[in-house]
Structures are given as structure tokens and as C-alpha cells.
């Protein structure tokens, strides 16, 4: 249910932002819309509104309509193209209106989602943003960051100069750094500097190396490639927490069991555990356990789960943690209203420069298409994070937004970009599009939405087949 509602309530507010933008500057250039509606299909509720002078001088107002199908929108204005016009509108007509303000109606909706995705940081911004220290884990041999020195138990403070609050911008800030090294801009040798402090205190420079990443690695957790892992408290090998229905209920596992060894193995951390259950998917797993002044045999068969198209054992258990530890590893990250504006501002703008270039290498084959996700991915995004609070939620909708504002500004027919390019192709020829050419393209933009969304939803359900 909060899966639902997260998701319904996510694209009610993205698409009557983005409508309401197209609606607002139509009214201001002074054409006649018909219906706004929030939604396709049959409609549930109707209502009109004819107080404003604007309204009553075209003798009707606006219809405010909600369908049975809230995926999307629309705006209906009065326009010779869509049907006929009575006489008395033509001057209200969309058609009839100079390019310049067709161009700025139709700019209006995706300006609408940026402007909401900045105020969303802004906000998020000045309440405070949660996120996982920049504090490095163990560091593999051999990887970039050992190469540049790099050691565990680092804060890393700066990037290029760049304060790095957390993890999450962290990551952010690698991956905007690694595609502007593909893109050919200025980043000598693919290096970028990091500025880091030891856990005595002391101040160190690094120089990693970002060569070694290709496009395709930032599809998953790219991180690991360059040798970055975040540091973990050591976790002993008890248990915390057990899953309703999951194998180590069964088996009659409780809360606090210390897990002595596992098929014989002696089991000094929880990964310890964590990897001998993932190498035995269903199969007989032999745990010793310590229960009180006890000492027990528990045989278990851990649940078969495909992840990342690898086959490994889960039993539906979590350790023990100290919550003090972990808190200290957490920090929150807040600004004051002027910098917290300049900054939501510049976040928007990286989002959206990361998402056009993630398309584009997607378009070229760089990047695999399996990253785009479909309504359903969307709506599990949504429900998980409504329910880690408003703070992530709020994130996710800015995400979202950015990612609607950028997508209908792409050059296909149907979407606001393909209106554009028309608009522009108007400007330059100075005159509309042929009738003919219209057609063909809003057929083009069929098929090619049509298969986007063949992938996105093919995506989704291999998704949730494999895990």
C-alpha cells in the first residue's frame, strides 16, 4: 500500500507540475484551454472554473478533469491542427500564436520540473540531507586507490577541490568526473586530485587514476573497480535479526545466537557466515551455535536467489549491531538558505548533464539499455523511499523530475523536444511544417516511444524474475 500510494502520489504531483507549466504560460500568451487533465482514459471527475476575466471573455473555462489511468497528462488547447475552431476563438488558437510564444508553452512543462527538482534540494538542502561519512574500508591490492596510495580508514575531504560531505556525493562526483573524461573535456591524464585525511589526522593528496573505467562499469558500482569500498565497523557473527518465514526460522535460529562455525569452519565476523551461506544455496548447512551456556548443531538449507545472474544462498537473518558505532558513521549535511539555493541549483544542472549523457551512451551502445526502468522499477523506488522518510523521498521525486524534464526535451515527435524542433525548423524556413511532415513524425515518435517503453517495462519484469 505505501508502494501505491508513494507512486501514484509521485506522478500526480510531477505531471500536474509539468501540465500546470505548459497551462500558465498558455494563458499568459493569451490561448484558450480547453481541459487540463491529471491522467488518459475515462474520466472520473469534471469540474469547470470560470471566474477569471480571461475566462469569462471566452465564454467558458477551462475543464478540470481527472482519468482513470494516472500515468501521465495532458493540456488541451484550442488549436486548428486538433479539430475545427469556431470563429470566435480562432484568436485564442495555439496555432495562431507567434513561434516564439509556441516555443515558450511548450519549453514550459520541462522548465516546470527542473524549477520543482530545485526547490525540492533547496529544501532538502536546508533541513538536512543524511549520508554515510566518506570514510574508506579496506582497500584491494592492486586497484587505482592503491595505486594512488590510498589506505583504509581515510575521510576523504575533496575531489578536484570539491567538498565531498558523503558517500553518495562521493559517487556522484566520480561519475560526473568519468564521463566528462569521455566526453573529451579538459581532465588531464584522467586523474582527478582527492584530498583525504588520515585517522591520526594528518592531511594527504592522492592522485587516482580513472582510466581503467569504461562507460559499461558505470552501470553498477563502479566504485569497487577503482578499489573505493566504505568502511564497515566489524560486525561479530551474531545474530540481530530473523525474517519471518525465512530458513533460519525454520530451522529454530533465534535473536542473539553467537555463530561459532559453520560446516566446521571456524566463523570469526558475520561475513564469514555471510559467505559460506551464499556458497551453498540449497544445500545442508551445519551451523554451531552458542546459546546462552549452551552449545547447539543447527542444520539449515539456505533459499535459492538469483542476483546479479549468479545463483547464491540466503537464510533471512542480520547481525547484531552496536547503534552507537554505526551512528557515529553517519553525518548530516545542511546548508543556509543562500548556499542551499545556488547549490540545488547546480545539483539540478549535474543531474540533468549526467542523465543526457547516460542516454546518449546509451543510444551509441556504450551503456546497456537495461538501465531504463519502467513504472514498475519507479513504483518500488517510490515505496522504498517513502518508507526510509521524507528526506529520501523528497530526493527521489527531484531525481524524477529532472528525469521527466530531460526526457520530453529529447528531439522525438509527441514529446515537448519534437514540438520544438519543429518550432525551430519553423524559424529557420519561416514557415510551419508541412502537414505531411507532421504526420510522419508523430508517427515516427509513436514507434520509437513505443519501443522505449518495450524495453522499460521488459526491464521491469526481468527485474523482478531475477531479483
Not at 50 to 66: C, H, L, M, Y
Request: overall charge negative; some cysteine; proline content about 5%.
Amino acid at each position: 500500500m505505501i508502494t501505491i500510494l508513494a507512486f501514484v502520489g509521485a506522478i500526480s504531483l510531477l505531471v500536474v507540475i509539468h501540465e500546470l507549466g505548459h497551462y500558465l504560460v498558455a494563458r499568459r500568451c493569451g490561448v484558450k484551454v480547453l481541459r487540463f487533465s491529471l491522467g488518459f482514459g475515462y474520466v472520473i471527475y469534471s469540474k469547470r472554473f470560470a471566474n477569471s476575466p480571461f475566462d469569462k471573455a471566452q465564454g467558458r473555462g477551462t475543464e478540470w478533469v481527472i482519468s482513470a489511468i494516472p500515468l501521465g497528462g495532458y493540456v488541451k488547447m484550442v488549436d486548428e491542427r486538433e479539430g475545427d475552431v469556431a470563429p470566435e476563438d480562432l484568436e485564442y488558437s495555439f496555432n495562431r500564436k507567434p513561434v516564439s510564444q509556441r516555443i515558450a508553452i511548450v519549453v514550459a512543462g520541462p522548465l516546470a520540473n527542473f524549477l520543482l527538482a530545485v526547490v525540492l534540494y533547496w529544501a532538502l538542502f536546508i533541513y538536512g540531507v543524511p549520508g554515510l561519512k566518506p570514510v574508506l574500508g579496506e582497500v584491494p591490492p592492486g586497484s587505482p586507490a592503491a595505486i594512488a596510495q590510498m589506505q583504509a580508514g581515510e575521510t576523504i575531504i575533496s575531489i578536484d577541490g570539491e567538498t565531498i560531505p558523503s558517500w553518495h556525493e562521493l559517487r556522484w562526483t566520480l561519475m560526473e568526473r568519468s564521463l566528462r573524461r569521455g566526453s573529451g573535456q579538459d581532465q588531464q591524464d584522467g586523474e582527478v586530485r582527492i584530498e583525504a585525511q588520515s585517522a591520526s589526522g594528518a592531511r594527504l593528496f592522492h592522485m587516482l587514476d580513472l582510466s581503467s573505467l569504461e562507460a559499461k562499469d558505470l552501470d553498477g558500482e563502479f566504485l569497487d573497480k577503482l578499489g573505493l569500498r566504505p568502511y564497515q565497523p566489524v560486525l561479530l557473527p551474531v545474530i540481530g535479526k530473523i525474517a519471518e518465514g525465512s530458513a533460519a526460522q525454520l530451522a529454530g535460529l533465534q535473536e542473539g545466537d553467537v555463530i561459532l562455525r559453520a560446516n566446521g569452519v571456524e566463523m570469526a565476523h558475520w561475513n564469514d557466515v555471510v559467505e559460506v551461506i551464499r556458497a551453498h544455496p540449497e544445500e545442508t548447512v551445519r551451523l554451531e551455535i552458542r546459546r546462552g551456556e549452551t552449545t547447539l548443531t543447527v542444520p539449515l538449507v539456505p533459499q535459492s536467489v538469483i542476483e546479479s545472474g549468479n545463483k547464491i544462498g540466503k537464510i533471512g537473518v542480520a547481525p547484531q549491531v552496536d547503534s552507537q558505532v554505526w551512528q557515529s558513521m553517519f553525518t548530516e549535511v545542511s546548508y543556509a538558505p543562500v548556499e542551499a539555493l545556488l547549490r540545488s541549483l547546480r545539483k539540478t544542472w549535474e543531474t540533468s548533464v549526467i542523465s543526457l549523457k547516460m542516454m546518449g551512451k546509451m543510444v551509441i551502445g556504450e551503456i546497456s539499455m537495461k538501465n531504463l526502468s519502467g513504472p514498475i522499477t519507479i513504483a518500488d523506488y517510490a515505496g522504498q523511499s517513502a518508507a526510509m522518510g521524507v528526506a529520501a523521498y523528497l530526493g527521489f521525486l527531484a531525481l524524477i523530475s529532472i528525469s521527466l524534464g530531460v526526457l520530453n526535451l529529447l528531439p522525438i515527435p509527441l514529446l515537448d523536444g519534437g514540438h520544438l524542433l519543429y518550432y525551430v525548423a519553423e524559424l529557420v524556413k519561416g514557415s510551419p511544417v508541412s502537414e505531411q511532415a507532421w504526420e510522419i513524425g508523430q508517427k515516427i515518435g509513436i514507434a520509437l516511444l513505443g519501443m522505449l517503453m518495450v524495453f522499460a517495462i521488459y526491464n521491469d519484469i526481468n527485474r523482478l524474475v531475477s531479483g
